[in-house]
């Protein structure tokens, strides 16, 4: 336990019962965020598949650019740590892929499908039921994916800043100025 | 309660017809400033389709104990409920308040969009609806995340694998959606 508590970082809450709570209460606010964001509903979500809506491009550019800023400051303060999921070429992109064509059948990701069901988007309980058989399926195939797909390409944790060999701020402040020139260009191609 | 709940939805503008309530840059600016107390506090990144992985888990478990437990994937994530799963059910809790406060409540099984193009028949939708579930289960937990979990959270730490990820829903999406829309 106090091993585990050293690991973490200084904010942490290590109460576990409380941990649900936060989880629920980050959930609430999250949710009511993509609702009132728009990109709870189907002709937006489908919509920038089409390249007829950006709504989730704005939703999301800015979520980066504000969170990215955030969490490599508090990170340089020590008092958050980053959580990376491995960089596996094959597996990232096949998946990417296939996660990209059930998108545009559900319409609905698995946050976003949370969220339409909550506004009331029944057919996301389609969404919802498939997400648990398929992860099922996944599971089934999860021994011969670790052993034949995940070696392939296998890099680990690895940032940009790492794979480019440069320091971490300037490689932040190009990606910070590169959303911004995104964000910037679809309000001025809007008017 | 059920009055002001028909009142509501009578009188609401219908979400299908309008986009977002808020400014979307502003809502994106704050999911931002969320991560960072997901960081902060519970040492966690936003994501939602590991969620429907543990429930997946559970419910195997329930009905086939032995043969789920012997599954690669939940040896690694044990079938429980967890901070994500509390979050994804907090999700739902937080666009029914968003959407009950916008006069967006609706109770639909089929979306406009979808029935001007394939008609409003509920089991095709459905149909459809369950495949892409279990097609984004499949590949999210293949890339390792969803349009949450890379897409935001990884994209913001500047992670190589949520960034090769997101291009990949980018390209899947579009192309399946181009062919099912653009006729």
Known sequence: ?191 | MSSSTWILLAATGDPEQTGAAWSPYLVGALIGVLSWFTFLISNKPLGASSAYARVSGMIGKAIAPRHTMSLKYFQDNKPKVDWEVMLVVGVIVGAVIAAWTGNELVARWVPPMWEERFGGAIAPRLIVAFVGGALMAVGARLAGGCTSGHGISGAMQLSVSSWIALIGFFVGGMITAMLLFNT
């Open chain 1, 1 to 191: 336990m106090s091993e585990a508590q050293q690991d973490m970082p200084p904010l942490t809450d290590t109460n576990k019962t409380r941990q649900l709570l936060w989880g629920l209460l980050f959930g609430i606010i999250f949710g009511f965020l993509l609702q009132k964001g728009g990109v709870a509903k189907y002709h937006v979500l489908i919509g920038v598949l089409l390249l007829r809506d950006f709504t989730v491009i704005k939703v999301m550019l800015s979520a980066i650019l504000v969170g990215m800023i955030g969490i490599f400051a508090l990170q340089r303060a020590g008092m958050v740590k980053l959580h990376l999921k491995p960089t596996r070429y094959l597996a990232n992109s096949v998946g990417g892929i296939i996660f990209g064509i059930g998108f545009a059948l559900a319409a609905y990701c698995p946050g976003t499908g949370a969220a339409a069901l909550g506004q009331g988007n029944l057919d996301a309980l389609g969404v919802v039921a498939g997400m648990i058989i398929g992860s099922f399926l996944f599971a089934e195939m999860s021994g011969w994916i670790g052993r034949n797909v995940n070696p392939i390409g296998e890099r680990g944790e690895l940032t940009w800043p790492q794979l480019l060999h440069l320091p971490t701020l300037p490689v932040t402040i190009a990606f910070a100025t590169i959303i911004l020139s995104v964000l910037i260009s679809l309000k001025v191609a809007e008017r």
